[in-house]
């Protein structure tokens, strides 16, 4: 485009760049958590038990007492705690044995069962020994008398010998059994210290004996660790029925 000549020059207009905001930096607001005041701790001072109502009390349970020994029943005859008995059949008498000379017998199913106890006892190493079997009541009179003598009555003869007519011995079942090895324990407390006596506690059970009186037995008498009784065959359960039914 071609100027006229001589026209005045008109500066040319530069647009005015806008204002610069210069824009503040941002600070992110940092965020509390509503968090509950920590406290110091408190002294460690024993609290008073609290006292509960009746209602929350548990009951107070009071042991029961130990049982006691059982006792003879007043209908059964007994004297001094012992069990009358008869004497067995002299044509079942068998015997078995002599202690001192003096020749033993027993009914003819405790022979046997002791019998074959002894022999099956000597291949353990075991020596039984028959020191008493059958007594005739008139036998046990006469050994009553003797310890009435040395105890000083009935009564405490009683503990160690029953009166005459009241011995398991007058069965036939009933034998004194000891050590042929330890002869000095025949009849004594110590028999309970010997091998002998072990082995009767742990097998005499399978040839058909229990121990007769044992530590406080029902019927009072001295526990006597040489005298067992044969209770394996139906005669000899029905004689001693009511004594056993106080021991099982």
Do not use: C
């Amino acid at each position: 485009m071609l100027r006229p000549p001589n026209s005045p020059q008109v500066p040319a207009t530069v647009p005015t760049p806008p204002p610069v905001i210069s824009a503040s930096p941002i600070v992110p607001t940092p965020i509390t958590p509503d968090l509950p005041p920590v406290l110091p701790p408190r002294p460690l001072t024993p609290q008073p038990p609290q006292i509960q109502s009746n209602s929350e009390i548990p009951p107070v349970v009071t042991p029961s007492p130990p049982p006691a020994l059982p006792q003879i029943p007043t209908q059964i005859v007994s004297l001094y705690g012992h069990l009358p008995y008869q004497e067995d059949e002299p044509q079942r008498l068998v015997q078995v044995g002599s202690y001192y000379n003096r020749i033993e017998y027993l009914d003819i199913e405790a022979a046997e069962a002791f019998n074959r106890m002894k022999l099956d006892a000597k291949t353990n190493g075991i020596s039984l020994k028959l020191i008493s079997g059958f007594r005739s009541i008139a036998d046990q009179e006469q050994l009553f008398t003797k310890q009435i003598q040395r105890r000083g009555s009935k009564e405490a003869a009683s503990k160690l010998s029953a009166p005459p007519g009241y011995s398991e011995h007058h069965t036939g079942y009933a034998i004194d059994i000891g050590d042929e090895q330890q002869p000095n324990t025949d009849l004594k407390f110590e028999f309970e210290d010997t091998e002998t006596y072990r082995w009767l506690t742990a097998y005499a059970g399978n040839y058909g004996f229990e121990l007769s009186f044992p530590r406080n037995n029902f019927q009072k008498v001295s526990f006597e660790p040489w005298h067992w009784r044969y209770v394996a065959s139906p005669r000899s359960q029905q004689i001693f029925a009511t004594a056993r039914s106080f021991l099982h």
